[in-house]
């Protein structure tokens, strides 16, 4: 079974999908990076709303704290979320993805779950 996006009809699907399996990994990468960026501007924006006038160093940190966990934040950059105040314990992403399978089966909605 092909997966298919649902709002988008067959033939302009199989021309994305074409589209993604022509591009080499380093060309994946770039589109990964471009679709993140506004996520993280947006991200950076409610840090700035939240902290206020806090350093570029500061607002840097703490935006990586969101991708980043805590031991690596430690170690590489001698910062510790908790101790500033900012940490959050998200549920691992296999969690994640299984309870939000679970509301789309409750609520009889398709779905298809990929990654690469």
């Known amino acids: 079974m092909k997966p298919q996006l649902n709002d988008t009809p067959p033939h302009v699907n199989e021309v994305l999908i074409a589209g993604y399996r ?8 770039h589109l990964i990076y471009e679709l993140n960026k506004p996520v993280q501007l947006l991200a950076l924006a409610r840090i700035i709303k939240q902290y206020g006038d806090i350093s570029e160093k500061e607002q840097r940190l703490r935006l990586a704290a969101l991708w980043l966990d805590r031991e690596i934040m430690i170690r590489v950059f001698n910062w510790d979320p908790i101790e ?11 969690r994640i993805t299984g309870f939000i399978a679970d509301v789309f089966r409750r609520l009889q909605i398709p779905y298809f779950v990929s990654g690469s």
């Open 22 to 29: 022509s591009m080499t990994p380093r060309q994946k990468m």
């Open 84 to 94: 500033e105040g900012y940490y959050m314990v998200l549920p691992e992403p296999a």
